[in-house]
């Protein structure tokens, strides 16, 4: 009881600082996770958190093992113990460090106006149990849903851009909807294909001075 008792006492300090480590990084995590991004990725907080977890097991068993080390030498210093401790855990989590601090530039500081414009337009609710839907988009906001929802690239000059997007959750199944205008003079191609239970379709039409253009890809 007594070497359990000495052992936690000797172990707290380390615990502390890891924990210490633990919250920053959670606090950095929500703080790039914005609401843009949690529409797109509904598991990226559980996901990542589970990172963070398994970085500071792994920044416990370093620093322990580096308590250790400094007990065989005979160094019992605390500023010494804290201090390796602080940038050993550091270390270990620099990787995380690195990339959400770059996230919480980009999503909050640089284009943190810009998502938040964006997120505004996007509605829960697709053509399925699960999705979200837009209408309104213009080229620029389109490429970053693009990117984060994975969906086509368009003409550079795609603008009044609406989108609807479902999908079943446990099934691979989905469906995405597509209209944009585009100047008359872009050529678009038309088509209407169906290989098994992925079918695609793409037409476009001329109204006043813009061409409308629908696009439809699904799985079912």
């Known amino acids: 009881m007594l070497k359990m008792k000495s052992f936690l006492t000797r172990s707290i300090k380390y615990l502390t600082i890891v924990l ?8 950095l995590l929500a703080l ?13 907080r559980p996901l990542e958190f589970l990172k963070i977890l398994g970085f500071s097991t792994l920044s416990l ?8 080390a400094l007990r065989k030498k005979g160094i019992v210093g605390l500023r010494t113990k804290l201090s390796g401790a602080i940038i050993l855990t550091l270390l270990t989590s620099s990787y995380l460090y690195v990339g959400y601090t770059q996230r919480v530039i980009s999503n909050v500081l640089i284009n943190g106006s810009f998502r938040a414009q964006i997120a505004t ?3 829960p609710g697709g053509n399925l149990a699960n ?13 970053l849903v693009a ?28 469906s995405l909807t597509l ?20 079918s ?11 061409k409308r253009v629908s696009y439809s890809e699904s799985l079912q």
Do not use: C, M
């Not at 999705?131 to 490429?143: D, V």
């Open 20 to 27: 210490a480590n633990g919250v920053i990084l959670t606090l």
């Open 32 to 44: 790039w996770t914005d609401a843009l991004q949690l529409r797109f990725d509904d598991f990226v």
């Open 61 to 68: 068993v370093i620093v322990w093992l580096y308590s250790r």
């Open 121 to 123: 337009k996007i509605k």
């Open 131 to 143: 999705g979200s839907h837009a209408k309104g988009l213009t080229g620029i906001e389109y490429q």
């Open 147 to 174: 990117r984060l929802a994975g969906f086509p690239s368009l003409p550079p000059t795609a603008d009044n851009i609406g989108y609807s997007f479902g999908y079943d959750g446990f099934l691979p199944d989905y």
């Open 179 to 198: 209209t944009y205008d585009v100047p008359p003079g872009t050529p678009i191609r038309e088509y209407n294909k169906t290989n098994g239970r992925y």
């Open 200 to 210: 695609t379709y793409q037409s476009a039409t001329l109204i006043n001075t813009v």
